[in-house]
């Protein structure tokens, strides 16, 4: 009998160990730090890493795509050219983060078919993010934005359509990144009536287009370099995606330059020698940027579908070297009132009188056409950009991020010099 209570006794202890172990041993689902590809293979860490978590990314190129859906993630690379997500013309996505308050920094991601990083606020049926309403885009149908994100010191280069790509989300910011190839856009924020966005510090270049805005109100553009592409900044109100028209765009002290390059992916309406394009915007503020020696013309505002451009000012532009300074051509019979123009005497606008029109409504109005583009190349085919500098400091400490930013004062910014952000920084 003593021995039987002696074997019984142990057995009791063995199990109590074991519980304990089990108890204490934190489950898959709750790793707050997530390295890469230490603890797991990126496309196995966004499942793994709890809310709040980090998944951190070593150098080494990635043939995979990384799926976040929690909230409070950072998602950071510890070196921003050497940690490189390739996509090899074949995946979809690159990084896709539907969760709040998302953070993905200090990477690269190229040669995705469709974007390099999608933060998006809508999902499939499967639960996968998508840049898409999921059952059309009507407002009614369309889910509340989610809140809050940063993307930054991100490389993101020769994608299919987009190299970063908000939809249906606020609260975000965009900044120090380089977005280079993209046949449709460098940066896109869409879908979303209070966006509480602001896109700075980024060189966007050899792109269809720059930056591309749909449906997108509330954002803050300023002291970005965007050369070299067909079409600078697209500012568009649209019936693709709910929400429109755009309103309250404020773009200013930004660098739009020689956007006229013919080894680019063609824009797919077109277009080329475009500085900046606002088609149906409302209360769009244009001030206090350099626009230069685009082929075309600096600004272009006119109607788009039945929305037409209203209450947008531009004042105080530094002109020069573009074929045209300024077209402004509704097409919409009624409702483009408020517009202003102040302009240097010196513009060259369409119609001609536009100089000394200022504000009067009804504003007069022009023709203009844009030159056929020259044909383009593949997207894959676009030089790769210049190494740039990465964060200051890697760790492994999640961002913590609002809901909601504050939108910069941008009344006091000053046009910038042709050398804006091209001057290279170490590498860091």
């Not at 074997?7 to 074991?18: N, P, S």
């Not at 790769?384 to 939108?407: H, K, S």
Request: aromatic content about 4%.
């Amino acid at each position: 009998m003593a021995v039987k209570r002696g074997l019984t006794a142990t057995i009791v202890l063995l199990a109590m160990v074991f519980l304990g172990g089990c108890a204490q041993a934190p489950s898959q689902s709750e790793l707050h730090l997530v390295r890469v590809p230490q603890d797991a293979t990126l496309a196995e860490a966004g499942s793994l890493v709890a809310d709040g978590g980090i998944i951190l990314i070593g150098p080494g190129t990635y043939q995979e795509s990384l799926e976040v859906t929690g909230d409070d993630i950072t998602v950071r690379g510890q070196d921003r050219n050497e940690v490189i997500l390739d996509g090899e013309l074949t995946r979809s996505n690159g990084v896709i983060a539907t969760g709040a308050r998302v953070t993905v920094e200090n990477l690269t991601v190229r040669n995705f078919l469709q974007s390099g990083v999608l933060i998006t606020g809508t999902s499939g049926v499967d639960g996968t993010g998508i840049a898409r309403g999921p059952d059309g885009y009507l407002p009614e149908n369309t889910p509340p934005p989610v809140p809050g994100y940063l993307v930054q010191a991100v490389t993101a280069s020769n994608n299919g359509l987009y190299g970063i790509y908000s939809f249906n989300r606020t609260g975000g910011i965009i900044r120090d990144n380089i977005a280079t190839g993209g046949s449709d856009s460098g940066i896109y924020v869409g879908q979303c009536v209070d966006c509480n966005a602001v896109v700075t510090d980024n060189i966007l270049m050899d792109n269809a287009v720059g930056l591309e805005f749909a449906n997108a109100s509330s954002v803050a553009v300023h002291g970005n370099r965007i050369v070299d592409n067909r079409v600078g900044i697209s500012v568009l109100s649209n019936y693709l995606e709910a929400h429109g028209p755009t309103k309250s765009v404020v773009i200013a002290g930004n660098l739009i330059a020689d956007n006229n390059e013919t080894q680019t992916p063609v824009q797919a309406d077109g277009g080329f020698g475009i500085g900046i394009g606002l088609g149906g915007t409302v209360d769009a503020l244009v001030r206090a940027n350099t626009i230069s020696s685009n082929s075309g013309v600096g600004i272009w505002i006119t109607s788009s579908e039945d929305f037409s451009p209203v209450g947008n000012h531009v004042v105080d532009n530094n002109f020069s070297d573009n074929a045209l300074d300024l077209a402004y051509t509704p097409t919409t019979p009624l409702g483009h009132q408020g517009n202003c123009f102040e302009l240097s005497p010196h513009a060259t606008t369409q119609p001609d009188n536009l100089v000394q029109a200022g504000c009067q409504d009804p504003l007069p109005v022009g023709t203009y056409v844009s030159p056929p583009a020259p044909n383009g190349i593949m997207f894959s085919q676009v030089p790769l950009p210049n190494p740039r500098a990465g964060l200051a400091t890697v760790d492994d400490q999640p961002r913590v991020l609002p809901d909601r930013i504050e939108l910069p004062d941008l009344s006091t910014v000053t046009p910038p010099g042709r050398d804006l952000l091209i001057k290279e920084r170490p590498i860091g």
